[in-house]
């Protein structure tokens, strides 16, 4: 019997032949991400080496990535002071892939490593942050764990008794109609598996769909697997990722292009055909109470959010634009924007898409993901809600309890900011 | 015996259980001033100690969705509470394990507020109902770490025999 992507990646992890769902394994790490929170990952780790008599050193500094975004520029003195301390541990371990709080190579770690070429296919990628499962885009298996594992794994350069999970397959297939995009496939999917659908599973991507989907919107996808409590989303490489790779990425070095057997064992197949789905919202308070957008159109809005890990890249922020070109945002309706990095900020701006969004009456912030879960910037008042291209709609989500947030795509984001109420896009955005 | 002093329905997220606005707090000994800080009546009772160590939180499914944020369970696990829960999401689990936060995966569990619970490796029994309810054990790699008192511990092992220290 065959294996799946991820089987493949843990058995080369651990340089075995072949492994099987239920192994225990100790998979070596090729990237450790973390951001603010490696301020944690600090503390935990200085007590793994208390009073071994051997000197707190990470086991490879160029394979730790550290990216300030989650509260950027600090809000508070003890965030700065956070900050401060990561900055000097990255200085003291010879930390390479260090990216602080810059216009010129800044930005949110889901984007910061892919658009570096950090992630490659086939690489194990560990994260202390849940939305790691993005990088499976990659075709790398790539999931979040907690501050102390990841203490663990800077110590030992492995992740501790990691059982192998089952994949589950999803086949998606047809041609994707006007205005509806990857984030909406992604809501429509976990409506369909639930928030613990996918819990102690992979996913692993297939489908016509997906051949002709960017890496960018498949992107969108590994990044919400874990809504579905995926443990990680997998995209087997292609030519797409390759082209990635070297042309937004600049990787020079030869791209392992591992891929899953045709007679891999999933635990269970689902095939969705997307080809007459509608935009998809997903309401409060939980990611997989998910509606087409034709049943709460009409909702009022007060706060359109349009960016993050999931959606605040070149082509989310182009349809944005495109949308609001000439259009002015609704008076009781405010708008921000929040690109994924620097880099993409500036192409934005290149691009006019910056100037347009403006012009409409957007306010287009630094990159970060402050607004998205409640700690920097946007916060909702009482009674408010929310429209968000953003992933998660928990309550207290964005920062307070009595709010509610609606989660959308970019295009569902900009046609509502026109209107003030949930809109279809495909409604001409008028 | 341990009493239930909190109950939760499905999904709870780790916002929840500690509301990102608190996550520039980060050390374990100073996150459980946080926990469920928006169920205020909660939070109060905690903080002003009314809640004894080794009572239970229980839960619906996938308890602890959500971020990976470990705050949300070195808040609980400051308080020495114990989750019962029918279902839980695996980052968060891992987490508890992870800190030593004891955690008990009952997917049938029946109990409320007030109520007594005995709780053995193998079921849960309601005192207060009379009704007994399996629980579902550990996977053996996490069964190993809380053997060996959490994770850091267990790192630290590990450290030791990979750079030639006798343990």
Redesign the interface.
């Known amino acids: 019997m065959g294996a799946t992507l991820a089987e493949k990646i843990f058995a080369k992890s651990v340089g075995r032949p072949s492994v099987k769902p239920g192994d225990v394994l100790e998979p070596s790490v090729g990237l450790a991400m973390s951001h603010e929170n490696a301020a944690l990952v600090i503390n935990q780790f200085k007590e793994i080496f208390k009073d071994t008599g051997l000197e707190p050193r990470v086991w490879d500094p160029s394979r730790i990535a550290i990216i300030f975004d989650h509260r950027v520029p600090a809000e508070s003195a003890k965030t700065a002071n956070n900050q401060k301390k990561i900055r000097e541990f990255v200085a003291q371990q010879g930390i390479t892939k260090f990216h602080e709080i810059r216009g010129d190579e800044g930005g949110i770690c889901h984007q910061i490593l892919p658009e570096n070429g950090y992630v490659r296919p086939g690489m194990i990628v560990v994260g202390t942050d849940s939305h790691t499962t993005t990088h499976g885009a990659l075709g790398a298996v790539a999931w979040g764990i907690g501050a102390t594992e990841m203490a663990a794994v800077w110590a030992l350069g492995r992740v501790l008794n990691v059982e192998v999970p089952p994949t589950i397959k999803i086949n998606i297939e047809g041609e994707l109609p006007p205005m509806v995009a990857p984030k909406d496939i992604i809501l429509h999917i976990i409506g369909k598996l639930t928030a613990q659908g996918g819990n102690f599973r992979v996913l692993e991507f297939h489908g016509s769909t997906v051949k002709a989907m960017s890496t960018s919107g498949r992107l969108v996808l590994a990044n919400m697997s874990v809504e579905a409590g995926a443990t990680s989303g997998l995209f087997p490489p292609d030519e797409e990722t390759e082209r990635y790779l070297r042309e937004e990425a600049g990787v020079k070095e030869p791209i392992e292009m591992i891929t899953p057997d045709p007679d891999a064992e999933y635990e269970k197949v689902v095939t969705i055909d997307v080809s007459k789905l509608e935009p998809q919202v997903a309401c409060p308070h939980t990611v997989d109470n998910v509606k087409p957008v034709s049943e709460v159109e009409g909702r009022k809005i007060d706060q359109i959010v349009i960016g993050s890990c999931t959606n605040g890249r070149l082509d989310d922020i182009a349809i944005a634009a495109e949308i609001l070109k000439g259009k002015k945002i609704a008076r009781n309706t405010r708008m921000l924007v929040f690109p994924a990095s620097g880099r993409i900020y500036r192409q934005a701006l290149e691009a006019g898409y910056i100037q347009t969004l403006m012009d409409a009456g957007a306010v287009v912030m630094n990159s970060g993901c402050g607004c998205c879960l409640g700690v920097h910037q946007g916060a909702l008042a009482d009674g408010e809600v929310a429209l968000s291209t953003t992933n998660r709609n928990f309550k207290g989500r964005m920062g307070n309890p009595n709010a509610e947030v609606y989660l959308c795509s970019p295009a569902t984001a900009a046609a509502s900011a026109i209107t003030g109420v949930i809109t279809d896009p495909r409604k001409g955005a008028c | 015996m341990a009493k239930v002093v909190f109950k939760v329905g499905d ?1 709870v ?1 780790t ?2 259980i500690y ?3 608190y ?5 374990p000994t100073e996150t459980p001033q946080y926990c469920f800080a ?1 169920h205020k009546e909660f939070n109060e009772k905690l903080n002003k100690g009314e809640i004894e160590a080794g009572s239970v939180i229980v839960a619906g ?2 308890f602890g ?7 949300a ?1 070195s808040c609980i696990k400051g308080w020495g509470l114990i989750v019962v829960a029918k ?1 839980i ?3 968060f689990l ?2 508890a394990v ?2 030593g936060l004891q955690t008990v995966i009952c997917p049938d569990v029946e109990a409320e507020v007030g109520d007594e619970l005995e709780i053995h490796p193998d079921k849960i029994v309601n005192k207060t109902s009379g009704k007994s309810f399996v629980v579902i054990p550990h ?4 069964q ?2 809380i053997e060996a008192g ?3 511990p ?3 092992k ?3 025999q ?2 030639g ?1 006798a343990a």
């Open positions: 999904d997220s916002d929840a509301p990102g606005r996550m520039a707090t980060v050390l928006d499914n996938n969705c959500g971020s990976s944020r470990e705050q369970a279902s999401a695996r980052i891992q987490n992870n800190l996977a053996p790699a996490r190993a770490i959490g994770l850091i267990y790192a630290r590990k450290l030791l990979e750079r220290v």
